[in-house]
């Protein structure tokens, strides 16, 4: 064999294994995912007993792999297609292949950020938190209406919401609900400290009541400085064995949340939430208090108030008045407004 002919199979060589190597160097460390986007991560699901196509469909779907044939060679080389693993996986911005397959394969998911607040019904609840993970609704209401579920936390199928505490929870998405209803149990334990248990009893209310009281609050008034003086009203109802005639009960039995002025046929439904009929707090909370709320409640402002009234200059705090014909006159300046506004119901 020649020189030349030496000189030229060593550089083809040598050019083959540099393109080689630098296709497999693209293949490992180049950024393939994500990269159209420089500041999106997307969240990757993968059900339990998925298959490699299926995610690959996900990825095609979004557009969250540039070039497919790269991934999947690699894929196919870290035997990904037979170690598919459930679970809510991040890919970030311009990852690599080989960082995400490691990530996929190892089954090294991500925990999310699960927000839930002002949700009105237990219904709503069940909806939208059993829909951000994995188990879905239906695994969650099943649980929530179960008796003995509810009974191993202290609670009924009635007042188990009281558990869930408005906040951002890191939680996976294939949690299993049993694990989850755990969990809420831990943070609701957690948010019970004596102190706050001793506050409830001096008011003479038992945990729960204290949350459906605070959920009476938080739909009258989102006014966090106002909170605990309209508790401190609906308090000494209770201490005089007043009804506690709350509007928003009515419309919690009316279960019409558009409801701007009850009418006083509106104010006779019989429902055991309605509390210009029964003397007491209603069975369940109307809503999910904040933790905030709730503490309002505990902390409640001492004075001699029993009615209030929307401020008739709609700055959406109450005028408080101690006696039934203060409290008459500031209710007509309210209602006029509301006929001057032409809010009829």
């Known amino acids: 064999m020649s020189r030349n ?38 969240a990757l699901l993968i059900r339990k007993g998925a298959t490699f196509e299926s995610v690959m469909d996900t990825l095609k779907t979004y557009n969250v792999v540039n070039d497919e044939t790269s991934f999947r060679f690699l894929a196919k080389m870290m035997k990904y297609p037979e170690l598919v693993k459930e679970g809510r996986y991040e890919i970030k911005p311009r990852m690599g292949n080989r960082e995400a397959l490691v990530k996929l394969r190892s089954g090294n998911q991500d925990a999310m950020p699960v927000t839930f607040n002002s949700m009105r019904q237990k219904s709503d609840l069940i909806q939208r938190l059993g829909s951000k993970f994995e188990f879905g609704p239906d695994a969650l ?47 609701y334990k957690k948010f019970w400290t004596p102190e706050r248990q001793a506050k409830a009893k001096e008011l003479g209310l038992t945990q729960t009541q204290a949350q459906v009281l605070a959920s009476i609050v938080a739909a009258e008034t989102n006014k966090r400085d106002e909170q605990p003086r309209v508790a401190g009203v609906y308090l000494n109802r209770i201490k005089k064995g007043m009804k506690l005639e709350a509007d928003p009960t009515v419309i919690f039995a009316l279960r019409d949340f558009t409801i701007r002025r009850l009418l006083n046929r509106q104010l006779a439904i019989d429902s055991p939430y309605n509390t210009y009929r029964y003397t007491g707090l209603p069975p369940g909370p109307i809503n999910l208090p904040s933790p905030a709320t709730i503490d309002a409640v505990l902390n409640a402002e001492q004075h001699d108030y029993l009615y209030f009234v929307v401020n008739a200059n709609f700055t959406g705090y109450h005028t408080f008045s101690k006696t039934l014909a203060e409290h008459m006159a500031n209710a007509r300046l309210y209602q006029a407004a509301l006929t001057r506004m032409k809010i009829m119901k």
């Open 5 to 42: 002919v030496q000189i030229g199979l060593f550089l083809t060589v040598s050019i083959l294994l540099t393109t080689f190597t630098f296709y497999f160097w693209q293949v490992f460390k180049s950024p393939n995912l994500q990269v159209k986007d420089d500041d999106k991560t997307f």
């Open 141 to 187: 209401g099943n649980l929530l209406n179960d008796p003995a579920t509810c009974e191993k936390f202290g609670f009924d199928t009635t007042t188990i919401v009281c558990m869930f505490l408005p906040n951002t929870y890191e939680l996976f998405w294939t949690i299993k609900p049993e694990a989850l209803l755990e969990r809420m149990g831990k943070e």
